[in-house]
């Protein structure tokens, strides 16, 4: 369905009330606008979060690992390796 909007004083559009029915768009809502060409794509905030998730989705280790985990994991122990190598006066306390 195609739709009519007026750009106002400060450059702000007004979207038809159905419209943000349909959309689920509410007063005080982020939109965010991409531009594709010549065209202006409107989103909610909540839509284009959605759509990044879903691009990182294949990302995630199926195994139900977490990888900021391994990463701390890791940290940890290259922070004992160096501190293995300090004399005892330098060492760091570790928790």
Known sequence: MTYSAKIIKGGKIVIPAELRRELGFAEGDRLVLEREDNALVIKS???????????????????????????????????????????????????
Not at 63 to 85: M, N, T
Not at 86 to 91: A, D, F, I, M
């Open 45 to 95: 905030y909540h839509q284009v979060v959605r759509e990044v998730q879903a691009a990182f989705r294949p990302f995630k280790p199926q195994d139900g690992s977490s990888l900021v985990e391994e990463l701390i994991a890791e940290r940890r122990q290259e922070a004992q390796k160096e501190d293995a190598d300090l004399p005892v006066s330098e060492r760091r306390a570790l928790r």
